[in-house]
């Protein structure tokens, strides 16, 4: 019994499913790239991926590194897999033997790219990258035409082909976004005048994808919005849902304050004291945090095993993953992300 006074992840199938459907309703006629980076945002690649398994329509991915891009081909074999990191010239051979689409955003990691696919006898399926602003990654525009001639001889030698370009937004502004925007065109525009065309353009994540329908391109990767995280300091989105909702139980129950089953070693952020949780009795605010326990005002009939709501979709008066961030300035992907293999993962319909 005491080994399973843990706290608990449960994952919802059907929230995922309906998320995934109203996204892909927004964006339309665009197409959806989720996103699986940090484990899927913390939910686990494998399991998105057999909830998502009746949707046939769903076959593209965006992974991040070459490790995540592996494990979704290895569950989806025929889905297209894009993997935008930076990679090691072994992670670039693993990519090509393993058919994943590379991200390429500046000359040295293009000539890499190219070396390992003259030494695997490999054709490279790259998306260029411009930089539209963010100087994360990406060719600076000065730089794009030369950029472009050299990624054009590349590809007559049959080293790679070009199939998509694309950048990130910084989303700070609609001001930005929009210059943004306008640099992504004109980069296209150079590629096309270099007979380049491809035949995916994605420049946006879900805020600018979900408002800003102007700013869609081809595609859209997407990662929060589809597992239910929504923006700091932005709007819950309708017909959108968070996917998981992290527990805990009651482990001992006195007059004034209950100790629940969760801590900073568990990956939940020390600096939250004051947040509500969710409690049989509705809100209740947390007092201390330390390393396995909190401490929560107490409600009345509070008995050991009983289920304290940390986050979720609040249906006990528990905040989402969002609210939590916002009180300590950071985002809900970070406040999923950090929970440890100690909280258990639990698939729910
Ligand atoms: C994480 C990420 C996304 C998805 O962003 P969300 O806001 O979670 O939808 C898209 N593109 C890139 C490059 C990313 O790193």
């Known amino acids: 019994m005491d080994g399973l006074m843990t706290p608990v992840l449960e994952l919802s199938t059907g929230r995922l499913v309906r998320n995934v459907a109203a996204v892909r309703r927004r964006i339309a006629p665009s197409v959806l790239m989720l996103a699986m980076k940090d484990d899927a945002y913390g939910h686990g690649v494998e399991w998105v991926l057999d909830a998502l ?22 569950r989806r074999p025929h889905a297209r897999v894009f993997a935008w990191a930076t990679s090691t010239d072994g992670e670039i051979a693993r990519a090509l033997d393993a058919g994943l689409e590379l991200g390429i955003g500046d000359e040295d990691y293009l ?14 399926a ?90 869609r391109a081809s595609v859209c990767r997407i990662g929060a919005f589809c597992y ?20 805990a139980p009651v482990i001992d129950a006195r007059a004034d304050t209950v100790d629940v089953g969760i801590g900073a070693l ?48 609040g249906d006990h008066g528990e905040p989402d993953a969002t609210a939590l961030a916002e009180r300590i300035d950071t985002v809900g992907e970070e ?3 950090r929970l440890t293999p100690a909280v258990r993962r639990i698939a729910t319909r």
Request: aromatic content about 6%; proline content about 7%; hydrophobic content about 45%.
């Open 266 to 313: 568990h990956g939940f952020p020390s600096n939250l004291v004051g947040a509500p949780v969710g409690t049989p009795a509705g809100p209740r605010a947390i007092r201390a945090i330390g390393d396995t326990r909190m401490t929560v005002d107490a409600w009345s009939g509070a008995s050991r095993g009983d289920a304290v709501t940390i986050f979720g979709p």
């Open 335 to 337: 406040i999923v992300t």
């Open 126 to 215: 790259v998306h260029l990258k411009i930089d539209t602003g963010l100087h994360r990654n990406g060719v600076r525009p000065e730089r794009w035409p030369a950029f472009v001639a050299e990624v054009d001889g590349a590809q007559r030698a049959g080293l790679l082909r070009v199939v998509g370009l694309w950048s990130h937004l910084a989303e700070a502004s609609d001001a930005e976004d929009d210059a943004a925007a306008g640099v992504f065109r004109h980069a296209l525009e150079v590629l096309r005048a270099a007979g380049i065309d491809p035949a995916d353009t994605h420049l946006t994540a879900s805020a600018a994808s979900w408002w800003r329908p102007e700013l």
């Open 228 to 247: 239910g995280i929504r923006s700091a300091d932005g709007p819950e989105i309708p017909g959108i849902g968070p996917v998981a909702t992290l527990s």
């Open 53 to 74: 398994s009746a949707d046939p329509a769903l076959d593209r991915f965006g992974s991040f590194d070459v490790e995540t891009g592996e494990r979704v081909r290895a």
């Open 111 to 124: 000539r890499r790219v190219l070396a390992v696919a003259r030494d695997r006898e490999r054709t490279a």
